[in-house]
């Protein structure tokens, strides 16, 4: 399984990015996608997840800014952020989660200045 991440970029707080993650390869139709974020001197942390169920997940510091979302039949995850500010700066990575297995995307850096 391969994921592809795109839609990173530079913002000014306040503005909006939609990332998207396709996934490529043999995976199982019952999945977990997510995105989770690095920032400059922190740990990795969960941002949102969605089952292919359509149930839903946010960090508490995201929640009424972010809404994620997915096309199962393209098996793409998407990443709306909206009212983004300087903290959401960070490489974003997506995850699938299939049973016990765990793939990684590579990071897309999202940048919000003040």
């Known amino acids: 399984v391969q994921l592809q991440a795109s839609g990173g970029g530079l913002v000014q707080a306040g503005g909006s990015l939609r990332l998207s993650c396709a996934a490529s390869?043999?995976?199982?139709?019952?999945?977990?996608m997510g995105w989770h974020r690095q920032g400059p001197g922190k740990q990795r942390e969960l941002v949102a997840a969605?089952?292919?169920?359509?149930?839903?997940r946010y960090a508490d510091s995201v929640k009424g800014r972010f809404t994620i979302s997915r096309d199962n039949s393209k098996n793409t995850v998407y990443l709306q952020m909206n009212s983004l500010k300087p903290e959401d700066t960070a490489a974003y990575y997506c995850?699938?989660?299939?049973?016990?297995?765990?793939?990684w995307g590579q990071g897309t850096q999202v940048t919000v200045s003040s």
């Open positions: 995850k699938v989660s299939v049973r016990s297995y765990e793939y």
């Open positions: 390869g043999s995976i199982l139709s019952s999945n977990v």
């Open positions: 969605i089952t292919s169920g359509g149930n839903t």
